[in-house]
């Protein structure tokens, strides 16, 4: 009998084991995956009472809508829509603002010329310039792209700036020691130290670049995830409009978990938990 017990409890240790690595390694997805059950379940509860008809619809009613939209085609087309606005709008913001943070960190003379221009236009209600770019580029993709570039080129241009000067001058002049030209420096020393400035600053930009989806397609679309919300609100259909926003934010939380996993491969060394 002991002959048998013996690897049993080794058989059950190494389940127990890798059932342990498991919930470690997926640790955090499983929290946030917990907290969605539970926003979820009390929404559908609220939803299910009644008392919000105009703001709130359960979560069970949302699904079936959002799977109505999509064996339509309609919502197909609505997302892609808003994915090529912002897909195209984000990533010249990403690479103009990148660049302008660079050169503002670099030279003391552009910082100077540059600066009050970033302050005075991120001070600006870039929304109510929104109707202007429909004016000036037509009420079709472009106008979008142009107002989800405005929007998120400033947090961009901030954190990259701001993370390039906020390089400890000692990694600079144990660069310097071992005899590194100023090359060397920006792309072995500046770069790396600011990569987490300037993710922080490329999530900041996917947010507000979302906003600048919905309110140029709030303000004139003929098609657009912005346009669905707008319609669905205006026509009371809470549930249709619940679908689209529920897209909105999985999208920016879809795009900010991609940087996140750029900023784990190109700076694993920024990583750390508190124990």
């Given at each position: 009998m002991a002959d048998v017990a013996i690897p049993l409890d080794l058989e059950r240790e190494e389940h127990e084991s890798a059932t342990t690595r498991f919930f470690r390694t997926h640790a955090s997805t499983l929290r946030g995956a917990f907290s969605l059950l539970v926003v979820a379940a009390v929404w559908e509860i609220a939803g299910r009472t009644g008392r919000w008809p105009l703001i709130l619809a359960p979560i069970s009613d949302i699904w079936l809508k959002f799977l109505q939209l999509a064996a339509s085609g309609e919502l197909l087309r609505h997302v892609l829509v808003s994915l090529n606005e912002f897909i195209v709008g984000f990533a010249m913001a990403a690479v103009f603002g990148v660049v302008l943070g660079i050169v503002i960190a670099s030279s003391q003379t552009a910082k100077d010329v540059i600066d009050p221009w970033v302050s005075a236009v991120y001070a600006t209600p870039t929304v109510a310039l929104a109707?202007?770019?429909?004016?000036?580029?037509?009420?079709?993709?472009?106008?979008?792209?142009?107002?989800?570039?405005?929007?998120?080129?400033?947090?961009?241009?901030?954190?990259?700036?701001?993370?390039?000067?906020?390089?400890?001058?000692?990694?600079?002049?144990?660069?310097?020691?071992?005899?590194?030209?100023?090359?060397?420096?920006?792309?072995?020393?500046?770069?790396?130290?600011?990569?987490?400035?300037?993710?922080a600053g490329l999530r900041l930009g996917i947010g507000r670049g979302l906003v600048g989806v919905v309110v140029g397609e709030f303000i004139g679309a003929r098609a657009g995830l912005g346009y669905l919300i707008f319609k669905s609100s205006q026509g009371f259909q809470i549930d249709a409009m619940w679908v689209g926003v529920f897209l909105l934010a999985g999208t920016g939380v879809l795009a900010v978990s991609i940087l996140q996993r750029v900023e784990r491969r190109m700076a694993p060394w920024r990583q750390f938990e508190l124990k």
């Open positions: 109707p202007l770019f429909i004016f000036v580029f037509g009420i079709d993709a472009p106008s979008k792209m142009a107002v989800v570039f405005l929007l998120a080129v400033f947090p961009i241009v901030i954190n990259t700036a701001t993370g390039m000067t906020s390089t400890d001058r000692v990694y600079i002049e144990a660069a310097r020691s071992f005899s590194a030209n100023r090359m060397q420096i920006f792309t072995k020393v500046l770069i790396p130290s600011a990569l987490p400035f300037i993710v």
